[in-house]
């Protein structure tokens, strides 16, 4: 680790304490050579399978892109960042525990729209008539058919007990 001040390659752990969120090492080290103090943080590196795309292309995953479909999908709808932040970690957290070293964009894709329809209906309609590539409005009629008695039931098992 080299001294961002002098670029001295040798320092000294002064501190060493979990991250305020939980997810990485924050450590104080001191330069041996100009004696000045700074912070690092190490994380777990996460193995995430390589993704392959419809057209047979592969690309990392990139949780960013994940992260800007659904944001798409929840533009001007009633749902916190917060809620799209564990959103997307749960779909991360799915491609994480996916068995292969590549797993199938749809396979993605169907994890993003079975949380979304979870969260928030019209969101889940947005993102699947971009995601399912809609031709015309009996697809998205046929959508809604499957959407709404998934909701009639949620209601029921809501208001039974």
Known sequence: ?????????????????????????????????????????EYVEEVL????????????????????GIKKACEK?????????????NVERACQDFQGKEIPSTAIGEKVMQELQALDGVAYVR????YRQFRDVSDFLDELKDLLPAKKDREKGNTEG
């Open 77 to 89: 709808r009633p749902i916190s960042t917060d809620a799209i932040e564990t959103l997307v970690d």
């Open 127 to 130: 993102f699947a008539s971009v």
């Open 49 to 68: 399978p390589v993704v392959v795309k419809k057209d047979g292309r592969r690309e990392p995953f990139d949780r960013t892109k994940i992260r800007s």
């Open 1 to 41: 680790m080299k001294c961002p001040f002098c670029a001295h390659g040798e320092n000294k752990v002064i501190d060493s304490r979990i991250s305020k969120d939980g997810d990485a090492i924050r450590r104080r080290r001191e330069c041996l050579g100009c004696g000045k103090r700074f912070t690092t943080y």
